[in-house]
């Protein structure tokens, strides 16, 4: 009963979600599993594994499909428009939604531990791996039901699609971390001593590795827990301002910089270079998945620039896309990337001989690069409707590939670097050209918008005048 007054929605999910005969059926199945295994070793192994499956896989796209699956089933309006919070929502659709995932993955964690008490693994380095597996599994959920909530409109081929894509392109790099940390002293069976885990130092601070992957995934869940929150918050008509996203594109970037910091060949001023370059990219990356999930009305911008007029500041943060807050993000920070270059060009030099020439042409050409993108996205909504993701992903496969490939078919590979927004290749050369090009393509886009947008606005502007 407290459980219903605390949390409803969670509720609701446990009873949807737990029954009687899938209470019995995971351990059974689970059960089977582990008893074929015929060694500590094997059943550790295979609990990891399950765990893995059941939890992030299964479990991240349970979540992601949640919020879809509410709005096809026209329940979706309803609840948001109930006595709950945004917090009480979030937390009830994430843990909810999920909560058989997790009865299986607790079953595979004390198979875990049982293997490791078996194998005489560390104590401590025990707990934070376990910690590690659950916050694994509880970022990967959050992540997927904020993409399902960003992308729910969208085709659902596609929006699967780019869910998976996402998702499978951090499964990579989070799992690949995981092994080499832990899991590989694991399973070379080091079970007459401690794990063998290195230090690691990030800024002046010194400590194992797997510790600093656990406090890395304490970072990443904070931030895609506040992602959800909020995304939740604006779907109950609550207003969110731009505070927690322009923070977050700053200090993600900040946060994995640390380890670069006491590298010897990385001066003060090299590292100062390469934290504004990243966070251009950062900020580059995360406009151009935004601006993909934004519709982008020409209302919306209607309503933000007559607040601009009215220098109500408080609503401009309100209506202010994230795209465009991740822009201009990306355009000060590589400005401010492009004054440390002057003073560190020379040490960028002592890294690889080529590296000012690539970190100069990054700079210049990154913003080129994100206003020509998100104009295409901004130009197919106001033109195209329903049809714009398609027609968008349609032009974005012609600049980052059709185009590249009929370069290097007629032999001209020097000019490749322009359709690449990130310089790569042993034989990189610096040339004016190669900025010309994204800039000619920027500007071409920027007016077409600058037209569509002078006749949409005067049709709509005639429509209210009437």
Not at 75 to 82: E, G, H, L, P, V
Not at 112 to 120: D, E, N, R, Y
Not at 281 to 300: C, G, N, R, S, V
């Amino acid at each position: 009963m407290k459980l219903i007054q605390i949390n409803p929605e969670l509720q609701r999910n446990i009873w949807e979600n737990i029954t009687p005969t899938k209470l019995i059926v995971m351990p059974v199945l689970l059960g089977l599993v582990f008893m074929i295994a015929d060694s500590a070793t094997n059943v550790g192994i295979m609990s990891l594994i399950f765990f893995y499956v059941i939890t992030v896989m299964v479990g991240a796209y349970v979540a992601g499909e949640e919020i879809p699956n509410e709005i096809q089933d026209k329940t979706w309006d309803w609840q948001r428009m109930s006595t709950m919070t945004p917090m009480q929502m979030t937390i009830g659709k994430l843990f909810g939604s999920t909560i058989y995932q997790w009865y299986g993955g607790i079953i595979c964690i004390f198979s875990f531990i049982f293997s490791a008490l078996v194998l005489k693994i560390n104590f401590i380095n025990l707990i934070q791996f376990i910690i590690c597996m659950v916050l694994v599994a509880t970022f990967f959920q959050s992540y997927a039901m904020l993409l399902g909530i960003g992308t729910r409109e969208m085709p659902l081929r596609f929006r699967r699609f780019l869910i998976i894509g996402i998702l499978l392109g951090l499964a990579i790099l989070l799992v690949s971390v995981f092994i080499i940390l832990g899991v590989a002293s694991y399973f070379e069976k080091r079970i007459d001593k401690d794990l063998d885990i290195p230090n690691v130092t990030w800024f002046f601070i010194k400590l194992p590795s797997l510790t600093h992957f656990l406090l890395a995934l304490v970072f990443l869940n904070f931030w895609s827990f506040i992602g959800l929150y909020r995304s939740f918050r604006t779907e109950m008509y609550y207003f969110n301002g731009p505070e927690f996203f322009t923070i977050f594109l700053i200090v993600l970037p900040f946060y994995f910089s640390g380890y670069l910091f006491n590298i010897s060949e990385i001066t003060i001023t090299v590292y100062l270079t390469l934290l504004f370059a990243g966070i251009a990219f950062f900020a580059y990356q995360t406009a151009i998945l935004t601006a993909l999930i934004d519709k982008m009305e020409i209302i919306t911008f209607r309503r933000l620039f007559y607040h601009l007029e009215l220098k109500n500041y408080k609503k401009v943060g309100y209506d202010t896309p994230l795209w465009l807050i991740a822009l201009v993000i990306e355009i000060i920070a590589s400005l401010l990337a492009l004054l440390m270059f002057m003073i560190s060009s020379q040490e960028l030099g002592k890294l690889e001989s080529d590296s000012p020439q690539k970190v100069l042409y990054f700079l210049l050409v990154i913003n080129l690069f994100a206003i020509r993108d998100i104009g295409i996205f901004m130009y197919n909504n106001f033109t195209q409707g329903k049809n714009a993701i398609g027609l968008t992903l349609t032009y974005l496969f012609v600049l980052y590939y059709v185009l590249p490939a009929l370069i290097t078919s007629t032999g001209n590979e020097h000019l490749l670097p322009a359709f690449y927004p990130i310089p790569y290749g042993k034989e990189f050369e610096f040339s004016i050209m190669n900025i010309l090009i994204p800039l000619v393509q920027a500007l071409i886009v920027v007016l077409i918008i600058r037209n569509v947008w002078i006749s949409k606005n005067e049709k709509i502007q005639q429509s209210i005048q009437s």
